[in-house]
């Protein structure tokens, strides 16, 4: 079903390019509007099988699980990096590539699904502080690199914080 909707939709825009192509002074409008109407049930038909497959239960529930997982490493990766803060320079930004962007990465992909499991207003409250501590992670590296190693002292610990709220948030949204 997902194949045709993408056939239909790429058909529907290359019958339309051909219809606009055939004559400079006019179009043919009858072409143009069937090829129109193609493009638009390929769509129709590609929406509704992602959606039905993002919906699907085997897709949340190892959403979920990424979920938790995830976001319980970041926390526990940076409360060590924020402990040995002894890594400064090269050695904090080699941790930050190793441990955290993968668990970032995989709390990104699943993110999704938080609205269909918990509501689009819990989303976006796990999502804001989530994307804060990850703007704050990115900081400490540039900060990093830069040579500004207090700086990336001090919003290693802000990111800290914000991934430990949105972990206490995605927990309380597991319980209900």
Not at 12 to 31: H, K, S
Not at 146 to 167: I, M, N, W
């Given at each position: 079903?997902?194949?045709?909707?993408?056939?239909?939709?790429?058909?529907?825009f290359l019958a339309g390019a051909y219809?606009?192509?055939?004559?400079?002074?006019?179009?043919n409008w009858q072409l143009f509007g069937i090829a129109a109407?193609?493009?638009?049930?390929?769509?129709?038909?590609?929406?509704?099988?992602?959606?039905?497959?993002?919906?699907?239960?085997?897709?949340?529930?190892?959403?979920?699980?990424?979920?938790?997982?995830?976001?319980?490493?970041?926390?526990?990766?940076?409360?060590?990096?924020?402990?040995?803060?002894?890594?400064?320079?090269?050695?904090?930004?080699?941790?930050?590539?190793?441990?955290?962007?993968?668990?970032?990465?995989?709390?990104?992909?699943?993110?999704?699904?938080?609205?269909?499991?918990?509501?689009?207003?819990?989303?976006?409250?796990?999502?804001?502080?989530?994307?804060?501590?990850?703007?704050?992670?990115?900081?400490?590296?540039?900060?990093?690199?830069?040579?500004?190693?207090?700086?990336?002292?001090?919003?290693?610990?802000?990111?800290?914080?914000?991934?430990?709220?949105?972990?206490?948030?995605?927990?309380?949204?597991?319980?209900?």
């Amino acid at each position: 079903m997902k194949n045709l909707g993408y056939l239909l939709l790429a058909g529907g825009f290359l019958a339309g390019a051909y219809a606009t192509a055939l004559d400079v002074q006019q179009v043919n409008w009858q072409l143009f509007g069937i090829a129109a109407a193609a493009a638009i049930a390929g769509l129709i038909m590609f929406k509704r099988q992602a959606s039905a497959l993002a919906q699907s239960d085997e897709v949340l529930t190892v959403n979920r699980t990424e979920l938790k997982e995830s976001i319980q490493n970041v926390v526990r990766d940076l409360d060590e990096m924020v402990g040995h803060i002894d890594s400064v320079g090269a050695p904090l930004r080699e941790k930050i590539d190793l441990q955290l962007r993968v668990d970032l990465r995989r709390f990104a992909d699943a993110r999704q699904s938080m609205v269909h499991l918990f509501g689009l207003q819990t989303y976006a409250d796990i999502m804001s502080s989530f994307a804060a501590g990850e703007r704050y992670i990115n900081r400490v590296w540039s900060a990093s690199a830069d040579g500004y190693d207090g700086e990336a002292t001090l919003y290693l610990d802000k990111a800290s914080r914000q991934f430990a709220d949105a972990a206490e948030q995605l927990k309380k949204a597991l319980q209900e």
